[in-house]
C-alpha cells in the first residue's frame, strides 16, 4: 500500500506526540510501501512496519527502538548509526544493507537475511542471530 507524502507527514506528526504522551497515536505503517524513503533522523520508536517495504529507504540515525519491523523488506536500505536497540528484525529482508555504527542491542534478528550487510561498528549485545543468513556480512 502507497500512501502519500503529507499522510506519511501526518502520520509522524501523529507518533511523535504519542511519544511524548500528549495524544496522537503510534505509527501504524503494517504493509506500507515507503521504497526510497528519506526518513533521515526520524524518531520511529515503538512503530508498527510489519510487512513494510523500506527497500533502498534513507534511514540513516532513525530511531526504531522498541519497533516492530517483522517481515520488512529492507533491502539496500540505509540504516547507518540508527537506533535499533529491541527492535523485531524477525524474517527481515536486509540484504545488501548497510548497519555501519547501528545499535542492534536486544535486537531479534531471527532467520533475517543479512547477506551482504554492512555490520562494521554495529552492537549487536544480547542480539537473536538465530538463523539468521549471515553470508558475506562486513564486520
Known amino acids: 500500500m ?9 502520520i509522524l506528526k501523529q507518533h511523535a506526540l504519542w ?8 505509527a501504524e505503517l503494517e504493509g506500507v510501501n515507503l521504497e526510497d524513503a528519506d526518513l533521515e533522523g526520524v524518531n520511529l520508536k ?3 512496519l510489519r510487512y513494510a517495504n523500506l527497500e533502498g529507504a534513507n534511514l540513516r540515525g532513525v530511531n ?3 519497533a516492530n519491523l517483522r517481515f520488512a523488506g529492507l533491502r539496500g536500505a540505509n540504516l547507518r548509526g540508527a537506533e535499533l536497540e529491541g527492535v523485531n528484525l524477525r524474517y527481515a529482508n536486509l540484504e545488501g544493507a548497510n548497519l555501519e555504527g ?13 547477506r551482504g ?3 562494521v561498528g554495529v552492537n549487536l549485545e544480547d542480539a537473536d542471530l ?3 543468513n549471515l553470508e558475506g556480512v562486513k564486520k
Request: hydrophobic share 40%; proline share 0%.
Open 2 to 10: 502507497k500512501i502519500t507524502e503529507d499522510k506519511l507527514k501526518d
Open 19 to 26: 511519544l511524548k504522551d500528549k495524544g496522537g497515536m503510534r
Open 46 to 48: 515503538y512503530a508498527h
Open 64 to 66: 526504531l527502538v522498541g
Open 102 to 114: 547501528a545499535n542492534l542491542r536486544d535486537a531479534n534478528l531471527k532467520y533475517a537475511n543479512l
Open 117 to 119: 550487510v554492512n555490520l
Open 130 to 132: 538465530e538463523g539468521a
